[in-house]
Nanobody
């Protein structure tokens, strides 16, 4: 079972840092690739960063060099360290867990409830 709970959002000044956490209260994340998405008002939900089951990260261009995604399978938690935050980073950040079907024809995808990030002076 997958129940994702995000935390760590809040208000930060431009140039500041935040660390988001996403824990699976339903159990292990070992079998899932994990991702962080964000959605600003009026915009679509976009991928920020993802990390494979083996720990290989991928970043959106907007996140490269500033954000770091990591996972701790022992704690069933994935993190997003966000540095040098900009006003345009403000959004609701969502955690996602995805597991491909053995057949390769689809996947199961789970979402957390989101955590708000505000970047403002």
């Amino acid at each position: 079972q997958v129940q994702l709970v995000e935390s760590g959002g809040g208000l930060v000044q431009p140039g500041g840092s935040l660390r988001l956490s996403c824990a699976n209260s339903g159990g292990t994340i070992n079998f899932y690739s994990m991702g962080w998405y964000r959605q600003a008002p009026g915009n679509q939900r976009d991928l920020v960063a993802s990390i494979s089951r083996g720990g290989t990260p991928t970043y959106a261009d907007s996140a490269k060099g500033r954000f770091t995604i990591s996972r701790d399978n022992a704690k069933n938690t994935v993190y997003l360290q966000m540095n040098t935050l900009k006003p345009e980073d403000a959004a609701v950040y969502y955690c996602n867990a995805k597991r491909l079907w053995m057949s390769g024809t689809g996947s199961d995808s789970y979402w957390g409830q989101g955590t708000h990030v505000t970047v403002s002076s």
